[in-house]
Every structure is written in structure tokens, then in C-alpha cells.
Nanobody, 119 residues
């Protein structure tokens, strides 16, 4: 199964920062959009940020605090999270829209990395 690998989650105090990383699988080609969703227990996943080319998109709740970036040479994506709030606590999932050999165009996910922000 093709999947991405996230890292960088953890426990941080309110006002602190974390940087999430997402490593692409070499089995995914022609990746267009990448991004991050987050999910809390009992709720649906919500889009946090995504990036396609030079364009970025952010949820209103994270604008001005989070920055998404991508390093195509390293096949990586990042989410810099500053001024974290307790309501940012969630499991963060990276995704990539791309082609997988034998399967066509897919939205590929990682397994998630937990972020906990204490008050």
C-alpha cells in the first residue's frame, strides 16, 4: 500500500511552535496538490492547508499562524505551525494527489501525526 510518512508532531505549550514534515512515496508520480488535514475524535477531517504550484490555501482558523511549503527536490512537504492554540490539538494527516502505477490518480494519505497543545 502506498502511503506518505508524517513526522514532527508532539506536545507543546500554547503559543509554541511545531514543524510537521511529510515524506512522499517514490511510487507517486506527477504530484499536483499536497496538503494537510486534521481530525479530532468524533469529528470529520478538516482541511488545514494545501499547496499546488506556487499557490497556497489555508483554513481561516490557521491563517497567519501556519505556513505550508514544499520541497520538490527532496520530495517533502512541511507545515510550520506557530502561535499554537489548544484548539489546534488533533491528529494531522498529510495527503498528496498524484498517480500511482497501476492504480491511476489517487489521493494518498499518511497515517497521521498527533499534535497536542496544552493551555
Amino acid at each position: 500500500q502506498v502511503e506518505l510518512v508524517e513526522s514532527g508532531g508532539g506536545l507543546v505549550q500554547a503559543g509554541g511552535s511545531l514543524r510537521l514534515s511529510c515524506a512522499n512515496s517514490e511510487r507517486i508520480f506527477h504530484i499536483s496538490k499536497m496538503g494537510w488535514y486534521r481530525q479530532t475524535s468524533g469529528n470529520q477531517r478538516e482541511l488545514v492547508a494545501d499547496i499546488i504550484g506556487d499557490g497556497t490555501n489555508y483554513a481561516d482558523s490557521v491563517k497567519g499562524r501556519f505556513t505550508i511549503s514544499r520541497d520538490n527536490a527532496k520530495n517533502m512537504a512541511y507545515l510550520q505551525m506557530n502561535s499554537l492554540k489548544p484548539e489546534d490539538t488533533a491528529v494531522y494527516y498529510c495527503f498528496a494527489d498524484g498517480y500511482v502505477a497501476g492504480q491511476g490518480l489517487l489521493k494518498v494519505w499518511g497515517r497521521g501525526t498527533p499534535v497536542t497543545v496544552s493551555a
